[in-house]
């Protein structure tokens, strides 16, 4: 197992190499640099040839590369020349946030999908049923941002009952920070609800008719304890799969998310860096959301072998 | 319970399935006992209803809405079919046990074989969790698989075929049920084994004075262990006798040419298989359903279906050549 897990981290570097090569020359080809970003309206040749000169944006691409690459191996991650910190400090500061959202959004995620896709497929073409595929299809085809719009009038400016943005630390208040969190965890784990409420169901389906499920009820046990402690671990696998996949999805997401909420987060941080052509910014905050990514999926790969026996790492 | 009353009743049993295709008459008025410690063969074709049978014994089936059983299964003097589900629950497992087909697939692979065991003494006799593991470790013994209490922490795939169909069958003694039901338990395995797994069986019914429904295609099988034999034809018994009399004197047609259909070494020339399919068991034939594949088919085969009746001694046959000998 430790072997595996180092196996799959030592993967994981020409993985996040190319992504940092891909996402370098990428923002590169977005017109305007970060020259014109800071100097904006009062831009002249003479100012934009001194700052490019002192930024080294005049030297080549290539060698820029190198050099920004060198830094991350060694932990420089570049400096902000528009937060004016350091690019590690500002995304360790907004990390947490993005992880809370992500985690809520996931808690929601399960809670949700899990036990309604299980519920749908027990009771096949019922009440519950229906109601679990069209959650399924809006889930999935809703977007998030105007799933988020439409909390906040609903629920934050017709009932009043949560905020519509802004964010509490933990440190400051717990009942606050979660008040905040509530809508936008709904608003990205709705998709993902019915993304694993359809894995849940389709994966509890297929347990559900195999022979072992006939013969532990042959056994006369209760159908509860079939339905979740037999049935629902053997569809655990592809449900983890999913949810996997589906961090990516939560990551991306709290890009749109985070700024309809105004949550300073990673997502938000890094729409910033667009605009302001900030390229160290947002290729730092790339590479963490990537790397992210690829922990996650080595996480669940390895839960794979916690439930199943047959699976040797 | 009185010695001499069968533990199992089935009385006028018909399962049918409401499909696309229309009503599929899978178990066709079917009756027959077993007595405690009787050891009764169901023989027949694939898809001839024996699993079905079986199945409607323990009221596994007839839960979903296109399932309907019929007539009466009287087991332990109550009628197993106008149980509730709950009620089912107790009675299965401890009184009543089902080895299947596959051994292979019949265990769930995320627990421990001592962990599957141990539940079902653990549910139906409330037995607390350690003690539990202990008779589980105990059956795996009496069902001789070596060094159980090892085996027992394993996980199925860890099994080979026959090493789990003994886990099964130490799994379904292990609240010592009047009932066994063996759903064709030897199918799945390699022939040696598959005597190995049989004198089992034979041996704990001797031990535990269990009575046995064994489910099987294979007429060698029957000729080991059974005392007595049913021949099942399209959901229907068309012959039900002592194994003795069936292998020396087949009455039915069908059993005739299942009996031939068996490879003899001392025997030269061509196997002699039963000629045609099957029915259709959603367009069962008028008449007794073997007559379109029955060489010595009279016209009253094709209008009305013969009743199995005794014929003499113990040996009930369902055929009109019966009616026109007497």
């Given at each position: 197992?430790?072997?595996?897990?180092?196996?799959?981290?030592?993967?994981?570097?020409?993985?996040?190499?190319?992504?940092?090569?891909?996402?370098?020359?990428?923002?590169?080809?977005?017109?305007?640099?970060?020259?014109?970003?800071?100097?904006?309206?009062?831009?002249n040749e003479e100012q934009a040839v001194f700052l490019r000169t002192k930024m080294g944006l005049d030297r080549s691409i290539v060698y820029q590369y190198l050099i920004w690459i060198k830094g991350v191996i060694q932990g420089d991650f570049g400096f902000s020349a528009f937060t004016h910190k350091p690019v590690l400090d500002s995304i360790l500061e907004r990390l947490p946030i993005t992880l809370e959202l992500a985690f809520i959004s996931l808690v929601t995620a399960v809670l949700i999908g899990i036990p309604m896709g299980a519920l749908a497929a027990v009771r096949r073409n019922s009440l519950i049923d229906n109601f679990a595929s069209i959650w399924g299809m809006l889930g999935v085809s809703i977007?998030?941002?105007?799933?988020?719009?439409?909390?906040?009038?609903?629920?934050?400016?017709?009932?009043?009952?949560?905020?519509?943005?802004?964010?509490?630390?933990?440190?400051?208040?717990?009942?606050?920070?979660?008040?905040?969190?509530?809508?936008?965890?709904?608003?990205?784990?709705?998709?993902?609800?019915?993304?694993?409420?359809?894995?849940?169901?389709?994966?509890?389906?297929?347990?559900?008719?195999?022979?072992?499920?006939?013969?532990?009820?042959?056994?006369?046990?209760?159908?509860?304890?079939?339905?979740?402690?037999?049935?629902?671990?053997?569809?655990?696998?592809?449900?983890?799969?999913?949810?996997?996949?589906?961090?990516?999805?939560?990551?991306?997401?709290?890009?749109?998310?985070?700024?309809?909420?105004?949550?300073?987060?990673?997502?938000?941080?890094?729409?910033?860096?667009?605009?302001?052509?900030?390229?160290?910014?947002?290729?730092?905050?790339?590479?963490?959301?990537?790397?992210?990514?690829?922990?996650?999926?080595?996480?669940?790969?390895?839960?794979?072998?916690?439930?199943?026996?047959?699976?040797?790492? | 319970?009185?010695?001499?009353?069968?533990?199992?009743?089935?009385?006028?049993?018909?399962?049918?399935?409401?499909?696309?295709?229309?009503?599929?008459?899978?178990?066709?008025?079917?009756?027959?006992?077993?007595?405690?410690?009787?050891?009764?063969?169901?023989?027949?074709?694939?898809?001839?209803?024996?699993?079905?049978?079986?199945?409607?014994?323990?009221?596994?089936?007839?839960?979903?809405?296109?399932?309907?059983?019929?007539?009466?299964?009287?087991?332990?003097?109550?009628?197993?079919?106008?149980?509730?589900?709950?009620?089912?629950?107790?009675?299965?497992?401890?009184?009543?046990?089902?080895?299947?087909?596959?051994?292979?697939?019949?265990?769930?692979?995320?627990?421990?074989?001592?962990?599957?065991?141990?539940?079902?003494?653990?549910?139906?006799?409330?037995?607390?969790?350690?003690?539990?593991?202990?008779?589980?470790?105990?059956?795996?013994?009496?069902?001789?698989?070596?060094?159980?209490?090892?085996?027992?922490?394993?996980?199925?795939?860890?099994?080979?075929?026959?090493?789990?169909?003994?886990?099964?069958?130490?799994?379904?003694?292990?609240?010592?049920?009047?009932?066994?039901?063996?759903?064709?338990?030897?199918?799945?395995?390699?022939?040696?084994?598959?005597?190995?797994?049989?004198?089992?069986?034979?041996?704990?019914?001797?031990?535990?004075?269990?009575?046995?429904?064994?489910?099987?295609?294979?007429?060698?099988?029957?000729?080991?262990?059974?005392?007595?034999?049913?021949?099942?034809?399209?959901?229907?018994?068309?012959?039900?006798?002592?194994?003795?009399?069936?292998?020396?004197?087949?009455?039915?047609?069908?059993?005739?040419?299942?009996?031939?259909?068996?490879?003899?070494?001392?025997?030269?020339?061509?196997?002699?298989?039963?000629?045609?399919?099957?029915?259709?068991?959603?367009?069962?034939?008028?008449?007794?359903?073997?007559?379109?594949?029955?060489?010595?088919?009279?016209?009253?085969?094709?209008?009305?279906?013969?009743?199995?009746?005794?014929?003499?001694?113990?040996?009930?046959?369902?055929?009109?050549?019966?009616?026109?000998?007497?």
């Amino acid at each position: 197992m430790v072997k595996y897990a180092i196996k799959r981290l030592l993967w994981a570097v020409p993985i996040l190499f190319g992504i940092s090569v891909i996402s370098f020359f990428v923002i590169r080809l977005v017109p305007g640099d970060t020259v014109t970003a800071i100097l904006g309206a009062h831009y002249n040749e003479e100012q934009a040839v001194f700052l490019r000169t002192k930024m080294g944006l005049d030297r080549s691409i290539v060698y820029q590369y190198l050099i920004w690459i060198k830094g991350v191996i060694q932990g420089d991650f570049g400096f902000s020349a528009f937060t004016h910190k350091p690019v590690l400090d500002s995304i360790l500061e907004r990390l947490p946030i993005t992880l809370e959202l992500a985690f809520i959004s996931l808690v929601t995620a399960v809670l949700i999908g899990i036990p309604m896709g299980a519920l749908a497929a027990v009771r096949r073409n019922s009440l519950i049923d229906n109601f679990a595929s069209i959650w399924g299809m809006l889930g999935v085809s809703i977007p998030n941002f105007w799933l988020a719009t439409l909390l906040i009038l609903v629920v934050s400016l017709n009932l009043g009952l949560l905020p519509s943005g802004n964010f509490i630390p933990l440190g400051e208040s717990l009942e606050g920070n979660i008040r905040h969190m509530i809508l936008p965890g709904l608003a990205l784990g709705g998709a993902v609800s019915a993304v694993v409420m359809r894995m849940t169901r389709s994966a509890m389906i297929e347990v559900l008719d195999q022979n072992y499920i006939e013969m532990a009820r042959a056994r006369g046990i209760r159908k509860n304890q079939i339905l979740f402690r037999h049935a629902l671990k053997n569809a655990l696998i592809p449900i983890f799969t999913v949810l996997g996949i589906q961090a990516g999805y939560l990551l991306g997401g709290s890009v749109i998310i985070e700024q309809v909420f105004s949550l300073p987060g990673i997502g938000r941080l890094s729409l910033q860096a667009i605009t302001n052509r900030d390229y160290v910014l947002l290729q730092g905050t790339i590479l963490f959301v990537a790397g992210g990514f690829v922990m996650i999926n080595l996480l669940v790969d390895i839960l794979y072998a916690f439930i199943d026996p047959r699976i040797k790492l | 319970m009185s010695k001499d009353r069968p533990i199992l009743e089935v009385k006028h049993l018909s399962v049918e399935f409401k499909t696309r295709e229309g009503i599929l008459k899978a178990v066709n008025d079917v009756s027959f006992d077993v007595n405690p410690a009787e050891m009764i063969g169901i023989v027949g074709e694939s898809g001839c209803g024996k699993s079905v049978t079986s199945k409607a014994i323990m009221k596994l089936i007839g839960n979903r809405k296109n399932e309907f059983l019929s007539g009466k299964v009287i087991f332990k003097g109550e009628n197993i079919l106008e149980k509730s589900e709950k009620e089912m629950q107790k009675i299965r497992g401890r009184d009543q046990a089902l080895i299947s087909q596959d051994p292979m697939t019949s265990l769930n692979p995320l627990f421990k074989v001592g962990q599957q065991i141990a539940e079902v003494p653990r549910i139906h006799q409330k037995v607390a969790k350690k003690n539990a593991w202990e008779k589980a470790i105990k059956m795996l013994e009496t069902v001789k698989v070596p060094s159980a209490g090892q085996r027992a922490n394993q996980y199925p795939h860890q099994f080979s075929g026959g090493m789990l169909q003994r886990c099964i069958i130490a799994m379904g003694l292990s609240c010592e049920p009047e009932l066994l039901i063996a759903d064709e338990p030897t199918t799945a395995l390699d022939v040696t084994i598959q005597a190995q797994v049989l004198k089992l069986i034979m041996d704990l019914k001797k031990q535990f004075g269990t009575a046995i429904i064994l489910i099987t295609h294979d007429l060698g099988v029957v000729a080991q262990t059974c005392d007595t034999v049913a021949v099942l034809y399209a959901g229907s018994i068309v012959e039900m006798t002592s194994k003795k009399s069936l292998f020396k004197s087949p009455r039915h047609p069908y059993t005739r040419g299942l009996l031939e259909s068996i490879p003899n070494p001392a025997k030269k020339g061509l196997l002699n298989p039963i000629g045609g399919q099957p029915p259709n068991l959603v367009k069962l034939p008028q008449g007794c359903p073997f007559h379109p594949r029955c060489g010595l088919a009279l016209a009253k085969c094709r209008e009305t279906k013969p009743d199995l009746k005794n014929r003499s001694e113990n040996h009930r046959v369902a055929c009109w050549l019966e009616e026109s000998h007497e």
